[in-house]
């Protein structure tokens, strides 16, 4: 579960479960969308458009900061690292599955480039903290690219050392995954920040600062 500080546990614990979630299996519109969802370059993305998906932290957090850049088509949050069976947020909280909390972003390379969305990836959470992104703690909020075939790999190896290594001062302990399938997360997690905001304190003092710093540091690659 997200979490800031003990003092606010429970008001971000009322403002997030008015909305229980389901487990994959028991909604047919969600498994006809993990089942989409698993080759999204060849059922969803056209062919001038590439696929990233990585993993840091809280999905609602990549998410607030990913699609407000220029060349982003979509980013849904979700789940990847792990199997259909468990892909669904109560198990994957329990941090007992393979999963890690992701995005999948849709992007145009002709207007972003795969390294420039590694290049925020490494300002906009901490790759230096194994397991763990603040005070949620826990395997499913882990570091990683799932890379999605040789050149990923390359750029993500040479972006560790070349970029992420002098953002951070500590060594990086993100990890490079062969990208297999990903879920889609629950309705209600989708455009979360945007739908919500501040009405979660989770968002107003987690989110927003990341949001605030980011557009600031990439003002020239937002989204007009």
């Known amino acids: 579960m997200r979490s800031i500080l003990p003092f606010f546990s429970l008001l971000i614990f009322a403002c997030t479960s008015t909305q ?5 299996g028991t909604n047919p519109n969600l498994i006809k969308t993990h089942t989409s969802m698993q080759s999204p370059k060849e059922t969803t993305t056209p062919e001038k458009l590439d696929t990233a998906t990585l993993a840091g932290g809280c999905f609602w957090c990549l998410e607030a900061v990913f699609e407000k850049l220029e060349g982003v088509h979509q980013v849904v949050s979700g789940y990847a690292g792990g199997t259909a069976e ?3 947020y109560k198990t994957v909280c329990s941090g007992k599955t393979k999963h890690a909390e992701s995005v999948q972003i849709t992007f145009d390379p002709s207007v972003i480039s795969y390294e420039e969305l590694l290049e925020v990836f490494w300002h906009v959470h901490d790759p230096t903290t194994l397991n763990r992104q603040g005070n949620d ?17 390359s750029a993500a190896e ?4 070349e970029v992420a290594s002098q953002v951070w001062k500590d060594p990086i302990v993100t990890s490079l995954e062969p990208y297999t399938a990903f879920f889609p997360a629950e309705d209600y997690h989708q455009d979360y920040y945007e739908r919500v905001g501040d009405g979660n304190p989770y968002c107003t003092y987690v989110i927003s600062p990341k949001v605030q710093k980011f557009k600031k540091m990439f003002s020239k690659k937002l989204k007009e």
């Open 20 to 24: 229980p979630p389901e487990k994959v």
């Open 86 to 88: 468990t892909a669904d």
């Open 137 to 153: 703690v826990g395997p499913q909020y882990r570091s990683v690219i799932f890379y999605h075939n040789e050149a990923q790999k």
């Open 158 to 161: 040479k972006s560790i050392k």
